[in-house]
């Protein structure tokens, strides 16, 4: 049974980092898009970085380029996401997703997920 790990959320003030990880176990296959989504309002979720753990390839929404960085370790199966020059309009529940095959920006095309993990930028 596929699982993802999620741990690394928190508190910082504006223009601080943090680092979220997620560890991936279970999976078979060798084509696998694994990303950070976070909540929309209205029940939304926006991919934020996504990347290929095969290709190393990597796509980011536009309101994090720049910021952001994805990056994975194939040996630990784990993902990570560090966040630089934080903004209160970050605070958000991150969540970690995959999905087989390549890397799509719509968050219903994944199938598996994580808990969540809270991170809150104050001004």
């Known amino acids: 049974q596929v699982q993802l790990v999620e741990s690394g959320g928190g508190s910082v003030q504006a223009g601080g980092s943090l680092r979220l990880s997620c560890a991936a176990s279970?999976?078979?296959?060798?084509?696998?898009?694994m990303g950070w989504f976070r909540q929309l309002p209205g029940n939304e979720r926006e991919g934020v970085a996504l990347?290929?753990?095969?290709?190393?390839?990597?796509r980011y929404a536009e309101s994090v380029k720049g910021r952001f960085t994805i990056s994975r370790d194939y040996a630990k199966n784990t993902v990570y996401l560090q966040m630089n020059s934080l903004k209160p309009e970050d605070s958000d529940m991150y969540y970690c997703?995959?999905?087989?095959?390549?890397?799509?920006?719509?968050?219903?095309?994944?199938?598996?997920w994580g808990q969540g993990t809270q991170v809150t930028v104050s001004s």
């Open positions: 279970g999976y078979t296959h060798s084509t696998i898009c």
């Open positions: 997703a995959a999905r087989v095959g390549s890397c799509l920006k719509a968050a219903n095309t994944y199938d598996t």
């Open positions: 990347i290929s753990i095969n290709t190393e390839n990597t």
